[in-house]
């Protein structure tokens, strides 16, 4: 076996028994923008201007897909960061974008109180809240 194939072994070994690899989630979902992620943005009506006024946004983005394994009541439902296709409508024109919309999020259990142990094997439910946007260079 090659010894960085090994070193890295050992790493990925030691990372996933200290759990830092554990994650809610395996794999992206699509999400849609005007369905999923602009009723979040209208709650902070300046940002959501900013955001209609400056970029056209595709309607069909990636979300966090929530694994079945970590949190098995939440398994399939997406949650953010979410990333869109966007065009920036800048002084020179239209620049191609990935528009990065982040949110805040609470999970909680079947009595309706939040999880704030780390245990979220129990979550039932998910509230998400606006945080910020990013502006990255296209995907592709």
């Known amino acids: 076996m090659k010894r960085w194939y090994r070193s890295a072994l050992a790493a990925c070994a030691v990372a996933s028994t200290l759990g830092l690899m554990a994650g809610p989630?395996?794999?992206?979902?699509?999400v849609s923008?005007?369905?999923?992620i602009l009723p979040l943005i209208k709650?902070?009506?300046p940002f959501e201007k900013f955001i209609s006024d400056t970029f056209?946004?595709?309607?069909?983005g990636w979300g966090v897909r929530i694994g079945n394994g970590m949190m098995p009541h939440l398994g399939g439902a997406r949650m953010g960061p979410y990333e869109f296709e966007a065009l920036w409508h800048s002084?020179?024109?239209?620049?191609p974008v990935t528009l990065v919309i982040d949110t805040d999020i609470k999970f909680?259990?079947?009595?309706?109180?939040?999880?704030?142990n780390g245990q979220l094997q129990n979550?039932?439910?998910l509230k998400e809240t606006f945080s910020s946007i990013e502006i990255e260079p296209p995907k592709n």
């Open 25 to 30: 989630a395996l794999a992206d979902g699509s």
């Open 33 to 36: 923008f005007s369905a999923d």
């Open 43 to 45: 709650a902070r009506p």
């Open 56 to 60: 056209q946004v595709t309607d069909t």
């Open 91 to 95: 002084r020179n024109g239209d620049v």
């Open 108 to 116: 909680f259990d079947r009595k309706g109180r939040e999880i704030t």
């Open 123 to 125: 979550a039932v439910s």
